[in-house]
């Protein structure tokens, strides 16, 4: 069965730690703008969003981007949902983008959406904002912004729920091989 290792209170203190990182980290761009990569990305995005606002009073541009069509695994068949529309209503030139996921494993969405934030522009530099690190990266793609690092045993998952969409509330959960989602 999966096991529930985290619960509202830390996801709240880890966004909390996570937008003061981002506000006082210096780029060398002339500005920062939060991208969300769509589902959880986008959600946890705009959470960051709002603390940024209300604990700094500063105000970011925000974007959601879906770069499933960017994927180097489509072709197997990996990867494949319903594409939702990104939405970047702002030049990404000159910008410090703050890229922000829920889970990093491989790197390959990761590395999918860099590719696709080019097509909107050319950033002064992109930072990576995940909750969690489950290890197993195929890529040389790290965060800059973390939340927690975890091992997780091969074949394992881990999944962050989130109110918004999930009727488990804001929640992280290991599952182990052969379990059932939460």
Avoid at 36 to 43: D, E, H, Q, S, V
Avoid at 67 to 89: C, F, I, M, Q, W
Avoid at 109 to 116: E, L
């Amino acid at each position: 069965m999966a096991a529930k290792i985290f619960d509202s209170g830390w996801l709240a203190d880890c966004l909390e730690r996570l937008a003061d990182g981002i506000v006082a980290r210096r780029g060398s761009g002339t500005g920062k703008a939060l991208v969300g990569l769509r589902t959880r990305g986008a959600i946890l995005a705009d959470r960051l969003r709002r603390l940024i606002e209300s604990r700094h009073r500063l105000e970011l541009p925000i974007g959601y981007l879906d770069a499933t069509l960017y994927r180097d695994d489509l072709h197997r068949g990996a990867g494949l949902k319903a594409v939702r529309p990104s939405e970047l209503n702002f030049g990404l030139n000159d910008l410090d983008v703050v890229l922000v996921d829920d889970v990093l494993c491989t790197g390959r969405s990761v590395r999918a959406a860099m590719d696709a934030l080019f097509d909107y522009g050319r950033p002064a530099g992109i930072w990576l904002c995940v909750m969690i690190d489950r290890g197993g990266r195929e890529l040389p793609i790290h965060p800059d912004f973390l939340g927690v690092k975890m091992e997780v045993s091969k074949g394992g998952f881990v999944r962050l729920k989130l109110k918004e969409i999930d009727p488990q509330g804001d929640a992280v959960y290991v599952v182990g091989p052969d379990e059932p989602e939460p």
